[in-house]
């Protein structure tokens, strides 16, 4: 069935430093792919998404491509902030799931001023 | 705006108690769903509804059941089957069958047993 990995965390950076948290997934589809984000004690939000190969997601500086080749949905960041101490979750979904979402397990994100 | 709210944010269970979780939306979604999110684990479904008066079971719907009388609502009851309650519960809507929409969440009810 379908999965998504992600990278484990926590990833510890300091302000202004370039991220990259990766995901990869397995899908006998064409999946479409998100990034959720959840900071404490809340919900997550949908961060960006990209629905075909080679499409890029982006929303408040943060950006993720669609690369059907090596199956990746890599999130980065070019100069991370404080407040973007979160949770990340990227997820899949396809015809295959029914549509539902598949999430991965989550990345901590730490950033330090 | 349109979006999902969930109540209470905090709830608290008495051994052998069944309790409900409230999810509203407002955002004519005809598909809802009821997550759990444990501490490193990750989010793991337990119910899901794609249409009024229908609904499935999740990966982890032992112990717990849920009503679909109206588009907008989907109560989530944790029964005093379910031994190991004490979870973050978020509740989401979608549109059914959109590949590409995403998930709209609710802000999440915090559950304790005690």
Request: hydrophobic share 30%; with cysteine; proline share 4%.
């Amino acid at each position: 069935g379908d999965s998504v990995t992600q990278m484990e965390g926590p990833v510890t950076l300091s302000e202004e430093a370039f991220l990259t948290i990766n995901c990869t997934y397995t899908a006998t589809g064409y999946p479409s792919l998100f990034w959720y984000v959840q900071y404490p004690g809340e919900g997550l939000q949908l961060l960006l998404k990209a629905t075909k190969a080679d499409d890029k997601g982006s929303n408040k500086g943060f950006e993720a491509t669609y690369r059907k080749e090596t199956t990746s949905f890599h999130l980065e960041k070019g100069s991370v902030q404080v407040s973007d101490s979160a949770v990340y979750f990227c997820a899949l979904s396809d015809k295959r799931g029914s549509y539902i979402p598949t999430f991965g397990r989550g990345t901590s994100l730490i950033v330090h001023p | 705006d349109g979006g999902i709210t969930q109540s209470p944010k905090y709830l608290f269970r008495k051994e052998g108690q069944n309790v409900t979780l409230s999810c509203e939306q407002n955002l004519n979604h005809d598909a809802m769903y009821w997550y759990r999110q444990d501490p490193g684990q990750g989010l793991r479904l337990i119910y899901y509804s794609q249409i009024v008066n229908d609904f499935q079971k999740g990966d982890i719907a032992e112990g717990y059941s849920v009503s679909r009388e109206k588009k907008e609502s989907f109560p989530l009851t944790v029964t005093s089957a379910q031994k190991n309650p004490t979870a973050f519960y978020l509740c989401a809507s979608s549109i059914p069958r959109d590949r590409a929409s995403g998930y709209t969440f609710g802000s999440g009810t915090r559950l304790t047993v005690v």
